[in-house]
C-alpha cells in the first residue's frame, strides 16, 4: 500500500521568497516520486520526478525536490517565487517507475504575494 | 502533436440523466486512467485500464462505467447511481513498461448537476 501527505492545503509566499511544499510518503516498495502542478482549470503538468537515479532532483520553471528516505519526504522547493508560480501542486507516489497506479497527496495550493 | 484530449471542457447534467465523458490520446500510451478532482481532496482513481478490452475499478467506482475498445479511447459514463457528481474529472494515460516515464493529462472536464 502506498500514501502521500502534504502539509499545509495552503501555502503564501512573498515574490521572491523561498517555496517549499511538503510531502511525505509511504509505500511498503521503492517508490518512485513526481510532483505535479495545476494551473485553474487545468490538467496536471509534471514538475520533476524522482526515480532512484539521483536524490536531489531539477524540475522546470526552477523547481527542485530532495528525496530523504530516512525521512520518507520529498519536499518541493524554489528558492525565489514568481507571480507566476501562484498554482496548486500535487504530489504523487508509485510503487514502480512506469508511473503506474499513482497515488495524489491532497495537493497543496501556492499563493504569490507582490 | 501528441496528446491526450477530453471533451467536453464544461459539462452540464440533470439529476437522473447519464453522461459520457470523452478521453482520446494519440501518444500510443497502453493505460489510461480516470480521476475525479473535489476541492481539498486531490485526485481520486475511478477506473483503470491497462490494455484494450480490459478495466478495473479504482477506489470510487460506485456510479461510474467505462470502456476500452479501442486503445487510443477511454470514455467515462457518470450514471444517474452517481449522486454527488458534480466534481473536475481528468484522464491521465501513462506507457508502461518504460523507465523514467510519467502520466500525462488532458485539460479536464468539469461536470455540474443542475
Known amino acids: 500500500a502506498q500514501s502521500v501527505t502534504q502539509l499545509g492545503s495552503h501555502v503564501s509566499v512573498s515574490e521572491g521568497a523561498l517555496v517549499l511544499l511538503r510531502c511525505n510518503y509511504s509505500?511498503?516498495?521503492?517508490?518512485?516520486l513526481f510532483w505535479y502542478v495545476q494551473y485553474p482549470n487545468q490538467g496536471l503538468q509534471l514538475l520533476l520526478k524522482?526515480?532512484?537515479?539521483?536524490?536531489l532532483v531539477k524540475g522546470i520553471n526552477g523547481f527542485e525536490a530532495e528525496f530523504k528516505k530516512s525521512e520518507t519526504s520529498f519536499h518541493l522547493t524554489k528558492p525565489s517565487a514568481h507571480m507566476s508560480d501562484a498554482a496548486e501542486y500535487f504530489c504523487?507516489?508509485?510503487?514502480?517507475?512506469?508511473?503506474?497506479?499513482?497515488?495524489f497527496g491532497g495537493g497543496t495550493r501556492l499563493m504569490v504575494k507582490p | 502533436d501528441g496528446g491526450i484530449t477530453q471533451s467536453p471542457k464544461y459539462l452540464f447534467r440533470k439529476e437522473g440523466q447519464n453522461v459520457t465523458l470523452s478521453c482520446e490520446q494519440n501518444l500510443n500510451h497502453d493505460a489510461m486512467y480516470w480521476y475525479r478532482q473535489d476541492p481539498g481532496q486531490g485526485l481520486r482513481l475511478i477506473y483503470y485500464s491497462q490494455i484494450v478490452n480490459d478495466f478495473q475499478k479504482g477506489d470510487i467506482a460506485e456510479g461510474y462505467s467505462v470502456s476500452r475498445e479501442k486503445k487510443e479511447s477511454f470514455p467515462l459514463t457518470v450514471t444517474s447511481a452517481q449522486k454527488n457528481p458534480t466534481a473536475f474529472y481528468l484522464c491521465a494515460s501513462i506507457r508502461q513498461g518504460m523507465a523514467n516515464t510519467e502520466a500525462f493529462f488532458g485539460q479536464g472536464t468539469r461536470l455540474t448537476v443542475v
Open positions: 509505500s511498503s516498495v521503492p517508490p518512485y
Open positions: 524522482y526515480t532512484s537515479a539521483a536524490t
Open positions: 504523487a507516489v508509485s510503487p514502480n517507475n512506469a508511473g503506474n497506479m499513482l497515488t
